[in-house]
């Protein structure tokens, strides 16, 4: 089968939409089909363009047999909202016209976020008389009204209005959570249309090693008991809470908090943790892809964590899937929902209210102080970690795509697996 792919983020970025597209089509690319992403210059979150690459009007590469086509946009850092919007529109014209020029497809798929990249995918479905599929990645744009980077208005209504025409646009939807799928459903989408696909971790890419000594001592990191955070530091996940927790910890407890990468709020999460002499915090750089485990490889505990929103309910953090199976437990501190029905029938970890510094600090300490309870839960998410698998994940999609493309996308809803196996 020929596949069209269209994500605004790939690799060498490291964010989850980049992973799990790339994860996923590495194994259909194995399975002998025919892979092409349409992506950009790779340049998220710091809106700054990767060493080796350059902002072209079209480039092509070859990335573990996928077929990479990058197309050039304008580049904005993921801050605000009107410098985004260009360059997400920028991706849905450039993306789109690349797609014009390319062998005609089985299928056309797009992830969001960012939306307009489903737009761009949708409309060269349409053009190219090819079913199209829309992997429901984020609820764009609540999430963003969630986070206050865009007020109710008019344009918002508008928006929503047009992701409810992509939804039934789409052959199929393949939605990463049951809560997405429940809120298109109550919107009015046709439930068998709409596959369940939740997230999923290598394991043989993501395992359990021995604390990377170069690195930590790179960081000043020695023996202390190590809490760690890694992804976007951005106005979804509330990281100030984070520092509000660390700076209720006692001197004489070793503990130490590891904040791992790039976005919108880092430089002031910075400026705000000098401030305040909270000198248990140590800010990392984003790292490559590559060299994830070695940074997970420092943490004794993953730190999950998002905003206090209703939005934020439905999300289901890939993180968490990938400190299982490092063997880490996790601290989840994100809205109760979905995430933590896996975290607790898994075992895996502790969930605590989001944006409650006193509860992110008890739970922080008892990690710390209760060795007995550490290991039951290290021991539990390491062996919950195959019970997630990205290549089950990337059957189940595979399976969405096959059935569009044959024209039976309205029954993706009742032949996926991950639905019912997360339930």
């Not at 390319?102 to 797009?110: F, I, L, T």
């Not at 890939?318 to 299982?324: D, G, L, N, P, Q």
């Not at 600090?361 to 062996?383: H, I, K, P």
């Amino acid at each position: 089968m020929r596949i069209l792919f269209f994500s605004d983020n790939f690799p060498p970025e490291t964010n989850a939409a980049a992973t799990r597209v790339y994860e996923r089509a590495c194994y259909w690319a194995q399975w002998g089909h025919d892979v092409t992403v349409i992506t950009c210059a790779p340049n998220f979150p710091q809106g700054k363009i990767f060493e080796g690459y350059r902002n072209r009007w079209y480039q092509v590469e070859d990335l573990s047999g996928i077929r990479v086509v990058r197309v050039k946009t304008f580049i904005a850092a993921n801050a605000g909202v009107f410098l985004r919007t260009l360059d997400f529109l920028s991706f849905l014209i450039s993306g789109f016209t690349a797609a014009l020029f390319e062998k005609k497809p089985d299928v056309v798929a797009a992830t969001s976020p960012q939306f307009f990249a489903a737009v761009a995918g949708w409309a060269a479905g349409a053009v190219r008389r090819v079913p199209f599929v829309f992997e429901l990645g984020d609820l764009w744009p609540e999430s963003i009204a969630a986070v206050g980077a865009m007020k109710p208005s008019l344009l918002l209504r508008w928006v929503e209005k047009f992701e409810l025409f992509l939804y039934r646009r789409s052959a199929a939807v393949a939605a990463l959570t049951n809560n997405f799928k429940i809120n298109l459903v109550d919107r009015g989408i046709d439930p068998n249309k709409i596959a369940v696909v939740i997230n999923g971790v290598d394991t043989w890419r993501y395992k359990p090693q021995p604390r990377d000594q170069a690195l930590a001592h790179e960081y000043g990191l020695h023996h202390e008991f190590i809490i760690g955070y890694v992804g976007t530091h951005g106005m979804a996940h509330g990281l100030r809470n984070v520092l509000d927790a660390a700076a209720l910890l006692s001197p004489a407890d070793n503990v130490r908090i590891l904040l791992v990468g790039a976005g919108a709020e880092r430089e002031e999460l910075i400026r705000d943790a000098k401030r305040r002499n909270i000198d248990r915090i140590v800010f990392i750089p984003p790292q490559p892809k590559e060299r994830m485990p070695d940074v997970w490889s420092l943490c004794n505990v993953a730190l999950v964590h998002l905003r206090d929103h209703p939005a934020f309910a439905s999300v289901i953090p890939s993180k968490m899937f990938e400190a299982m199976a490092m063997g880490l437990p996790i601290l989840l501190a994100v809205p109760d929902g979905e995430a933590r029905q896996i975290l607790e029938a898994d075992k895996a970890g502790i969930w605590v209210e989001p944006e409650n510094p006193q509860a992110l600090a008890e739970a922080m300490l008892s990690f710390y102080r209760d060795q007995g309870a550490y290991q039951a839960y290290a021991t539990a998410s390491l062996a919950a970690a195959p019970g997630h698998s990205r290549e089950q994940q990337a059957k189940d999609m595979l399976r969405v795509l096959e059935l569009a493309a044959q024209g039976n996308g309205a029954q993706a809803g009742a032949q996926t697996s991950s639905e019912t196996s997360a339930e």
